[in-house]
């Protein structure tokens, strides 16, 4: 057995994320949403986690109605994805 340390709060809430956004129910959302949750995740603030968790957690169309019209709090996130999205 192992003594790792527990995880930080925040280490709990990017597996949450990681895992919602690679299991949003369609194909297409899993690959999209997933595959910029891969590619981004590690660049964001504490704070960003805390609002890209509620993001996430959305449905899809509230998802994607935050990326299409975003407002705040999800602004920059929304940003984000629109940049990454559109380098594919």
Do not use: C
Not at 3 to 16: R, S
């Amino acid at each position: 057995m192992t003594n790792l340390p527990p995880l930080t709060e925040i280490e709990v809430l990017k597996k949450a994320i990681r895992y919602r956004a690679e299991h949003r129910g369609t194909k297409e959302a899993d690959w999209l949403i997933g595959g910029f949750i891969r590619t981004h995740l590690a660049d964001f603030s504490e704070e960003e986690i805390y609002r890209l968790k509620s993001l996430i957690d959305l449905d899809d169309e509230g998802f994607f109605k935050q990326i299409a019209a975003p407002q705040e709090p999800y602004l920059n996130l929304s940003q984000a994805f629109q940049k990454y999205k559109s380098n594919l």
